[in-house]
């Protein structure tokens, strides 16, 4: 049973293009996250929902917009795709706020923009 | 401000050797310290954490961890690596607002 299941596992795809990043969790988490991770293997928070609600919107460009149907689901939506956008995106769940639980991540999702 | 510190970006270790891996936070209150270890084409998985109480934390793999306020440092130790043992290691500090501050990572590399 995967935990924390984001598709699709790779993504290639040209300058331009829109794309989307679906996020899972069936752990019964209240908070879900995006996180963004470059080729130096950097970290950076995108977003944070908790129960459906934005909690965390860091600087990224208004081109990245989440969208969480559910508590369970958070996906990404990227508009008018850019070769810096090529990087690994991260998933993750926690049961509530960071400081105080840990994070359960997907397996991440590879973009590549060309 | 707040920061994590991974000071090595890369270690090499004989496979068998003990590990150390360091970790300096600057976080103005008491911190909730993590551990996550990366393998390759996966996601991050949490090792071990510190919220309070007894200083040297235990985790899986054989991982364990020691916060010493004194010197701000969280380091991430093993008595003895295993090959499976290479992989990315992640120090981070939890702070308060849902946020994760994160340090640059630590590659470990192990010599057969």
């Known amino acids: 049973d995967t935990a924390v299941s984001q598709t699709p596992k790779y993504l290639v795809t040209q300058m331009g293009n829109d794309k989307s990043i679906k996020c899972e969790q069936n752990l019964g988490h209240d908070t879900m996250y995006w996180y963004k991770q470059d080729s130096k293997k950097f970290l950076k928070i995108m977003f944070s929902y908790n129960n459906k609600e934005l909690i965390i919107n860091e600087t990224v460009p208004n081109r990245f917009s989440p969208k969480s149907p559910d508590k369970a689901h958070l996906n990404l939506h990227i508009n008018s795709l850019e070769l810096g956008d090529s990087a690994v995106y991260f998933c993750?769940?926690?049961?509530?706020?960071?400081?105080?639980?840990?994070?359960?991540f997907g397996n991440g999702t590879r973009l590549t923009v060309t | 401000a707040q920061s994590v510190t991974q000071p090595d970006i890369h270690i090499t270790v004989s496979e068998g050797a003990s590990l150390e891996l360091r970790c300096n936070y600057s976080y103005g209150a008491t911190p909730y310290l993590f551990w996550y270890v990366q393998s390759p084409g996966q996601g991050l998985q949490l090792l071990l954490k510190?919220?309070?109480?007894d200083t040297l934390v235990q985790g899986i793999k054989g991982f364990e961890a020691e916060f010493k306020r004194s010197q701000s440092s969280f380091n991430l130790r093993k008595p003895s690596v295993h090959w499976s043992d290479a992989a990315e290691y992640f120090c981070a500090v939890g702070a308060v607002n849902y946020q994760l501050i994160w340090g640059a990572g630590t590659k470990l590399i192990i010599k057969p």
């Open positions: 993750a769940s926690s049961p509530q706020g960071i400081d105080n639980s840990p994070l359960h």
């Open positions: 510190y919220f309070s109480g």
